[in-house]
């Protein structure tokens, strides 16, 4: 049986979560940018699966908002529902430290991420054209937390 754990990050998972985030994201964020991100009000949410990291989402709060600045699951480990176990858990987390709305942007062609954030109940705020490096447009949603 496999054994899914999500906990909270701390500064020690910054060299865990920059091998995650490389593994999904190019350019990949370093250990010491993660690190530094971690530090600055931020709160993250770490899956393993059978001890193994397969996943985060890392969000950095502003007093009742908060920004989702990354999630990313193991190419391996998706399709399995831990994008959407991970969202849960942080959004636990951001209201536990009263936060009312958490806000992200996602490229207008990443279909896997805008699925999982519709279906999780993100409402579209809006559209950057051309907003990333590779000319990628950009939508932005906000998430009530209560
Ligand atoms: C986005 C991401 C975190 C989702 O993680 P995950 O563990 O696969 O997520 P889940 O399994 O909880 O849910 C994925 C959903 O997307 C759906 N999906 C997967 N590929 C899809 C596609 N090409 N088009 C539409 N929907 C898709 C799945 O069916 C599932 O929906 P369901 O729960 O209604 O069946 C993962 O794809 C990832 O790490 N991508 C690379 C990094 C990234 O793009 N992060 C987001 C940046 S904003």
């Known amino acids: 049986m496999t054994a899914i754990l999500i906990r909270e990050a701390n500064a020690e998972d910054a060299a865990t979560l920059a ?8 350019p990949a964020w370093d250990e010491a940018s993660m690190a530094g991100l971690l530090g600055k009000n931020a709160t993250a949410a770490l899956a393993t ?4 990291a397969v996943g985060f989402a890392l969000s950095r709060i502003a007093v009742d908002e908060a920004e989702l ?8 480990a998706r399709n399995q529902g831990l994008g959407r176990a991970l969202l849960s858990a942080l959004c636990a987390h951001l209201k536990e430290c009263g936060v009312h709305t958490l806000f ?16 999780f109940g993100f409402s579209r705020l ?9 000319g ?7 998430l009530t937390l209560g």
């Not at 600045?69 to 193991?74: D, G």
């Not at 992200?104 to 279906?119: I, Q």
């Not at 990628?136 to 906000?142: C, E, M, P, Q, V």
């Open 126 to 134: 809006g559209l950057r054209k051309k907003y990333y490096a590779n």
């Open 19 to 26: 091998v995650l985030h490389g593994a999904s994201f190019q």
């Open 104 to 119: 992200l942007e996602v490229a207008s062609d990443n279909a896997a991420a805008v699925h999982l954030y519709e279906s």
């Open 49 to 52: 699966q059978d001890g193994k």
């Open 69 to 76: 600045i990354s999630i990313a699951v193991s190419p391996m």
């Open 136 to 142: 990628a447009d950009a939508l932005t949603y906000s």
